[in-house]
């Protein structure tokens, strides 16, 4: 049983899901061509196993995973591949990309879609079905999901947690799921149960959403090894850590996996995926995700192809709203989203939100900010208990041995928090990820020169 229905620190944001909450999910499209990167995941870049001119079809496997933590990249549509090249993506940043002629047809493969019997699947078959149709973790990280569930001491596992919080503001594409298709996720999460025999299945999810409580209740009702367990409304509740804090009352490193403490974590869109693979054999080319904000005018939970155009799903829904000015889009809600570079980039597999906004609410703050007022908030409500007052007080003198060894800012999630309630206006979390990226690229850099 839980510890507590919440986790220590967090902040409380303001919702911000209304009015796309009430939306159900709405199948888009795509129009345009189709722009997929080989790296949507955690890990080695997937390879290329097509090239300039083949023929493809909806479903089709077109880049496979190239080493141990990496994920293979399916079709998300029928066509022609137009070119295989460096197109910018979500992060601002060039990677290569398989550019297909979406001819608009969205012809299968057809070796997916019938409900087979998995009954008699192995352990190896239903990871070897999860790997082959390229899920990773839909949260955001973007983990690949066959990886994580294949740990080493499978015996071990105590928890499997459905991450069904979804604490950003502005998102509710996970809401929707759990309340259109609350059975499909519990079939999904009974099948990884199956996998980790000594196992409890956890369907988390954050008393604001009590329509999905209840759905997610009565899809479950009957399953003895399934509870869902409602809880209290705080960011960021749907953290990794903070479930595992509430759920199994322990707390780890940055440097451990859930699995070292007895768990594992999925979101309900992963989950909900894993249920396609395993029972009909489907792949993973379409994302959930919520178009919202203030600048957009019909907000909207939609079912998409991944690869589709972000200009082209904000002039889906309607475009800019009457009487607004397109200020700022973030990939992501406003606590963890960054600023798109371009809209010009295609939605990937981990892509769980488009927030647009009249405002720009970091610029204002930059020409609010003053010194530290040493009020010691950051440190009351940051979730891993860090110094964020300390940390950044390392960073701009350049003392990366205390930041690192001393104050553990690698243990940093970026959630936020820190800057959503510091008075002097300081850019908290964004100098945080800057020098954590700094820090890894060292690290890198020294790995690689040891070879």
Do not use: W
């Not at 509710?172 to 996998?195: K, W």
């Not at 607004?324 to 769980?352: H, I, Q």
């Not at 001393?406 to 940093?412: A, P």
């Amino acid at each position: 049983m839980p510890v507590k229905d919440s986790f220590r620190g967090g902040v409380h944001p303001k919702g911000l899901k209304d009015p796309q909450s009430k939306r159900p999910l709405r199948v888009y499209e795509a129009v345009g061509d189709i722009v997929l990167p080989l790296s949507q995941h955690i890990g080695k870049p997937a390879k290329p196993i097509v090239k300039k001119g083949d023929p493809v079809l909806t479903g089709q496997l077109i880049a496979e995973a190239d080493g141990f933590i990496s994920a293979n990249v399916i079709s998300s549509c029928s066509g022609k591949v137009k070119a295989i090249e460096k197109r910018r993506t979500i992060a601002g940043t060039m990677q290569e990309c398989i550019v297909i002629e979406n001819d608009g047809q969205f012809t299968e493969t057809g070796s997916f879609g019938k409900r087979e019997d998995y009954s008699g699947f192995s352990r190896d078959e239903i990871i070897a079905r999860v790997k082959a149709a390229g899920i990773v973790g839909l949260g955001g990280a973007g983990f690949p999901t066959h990886v994580k569930l294949a740990p080493k001491e499978p015996d071990k596992i105590k928890y499997v947690i459905a991450n069904g919080a979804e604490c950003e503001p502005c998102l509710t594409g996970n809401d929707r799921l759990m309340r259109e298709r609350p059975e499909e996720i519990v079939e999904g999460l009974r099948i990884i149960l199956s996998l980790f025999p000594n196992a409890e299945g956890v369907i988390a999810v954050e008393k604001n959403k009590p329509e999905a409580i209840e759905a997610m209740r009565k899809a479950s009702e009957g399953e003895e090894r399934i509870r869902v367990l409602p809880l209290k409304t705080k960011y960021p509740q749907g953290g990794e850590r903070s479930l595992i804090s509430v759920i199994a009352g322990v707390d780890f490193p940055i440097t451990a996996l859930p699995a070292d403490v007895g768990c594992i974590v999925d979101n309900v869109g992963t989950i909900y995926a894993v249920q396609r693979a395993v029972a009909f054999n489907e792949p993973l080319f379409r994302c959930v995700l919520t178009v919202s904000g203030d600048a957009v005018k019909e907000p909207a939970n939609l079912i998409v192809r991944n690869g589709t155009s972000i200009s082209e799903l904000l002039e889906a829904c309607g475009g800019v709203n009457d009487g607004k000015t397109l200020k700022k889009v973030l990939a992501g809600g406003p606590m963890m989203g960054f600023a798109f570079a371009s809209l010009d980039v295609p939605a990937v597999k981990t892509t769980n939100g488009v927030t647009v906004f009249a405002e720009d609410a970091c610029e204002k703050a930059e020409k609010q900010e003053t010194a530290c007022l040493h009020c010691g908030r950051c440190t009351t409500v940051c979730p891993q208990g860090l110094l964020p007052q300390l940390m950044a007080d390392a960073v701009y003198i350049g003392d990366l041995e205390r930041y690192e060894k001393k104050l553990y800012g690698l243990e940093c999630i970026a959630c936020g928090s820190c800057t959503y309630v510091c008075p002097a206006k300081r850019p908290l979390t964004q100098t945080f990820k800057e020098k954590k990226a700094e820090i890894m690229a060292l690290k890198r850099l020294a790995a690689g020169g040891k070879k």
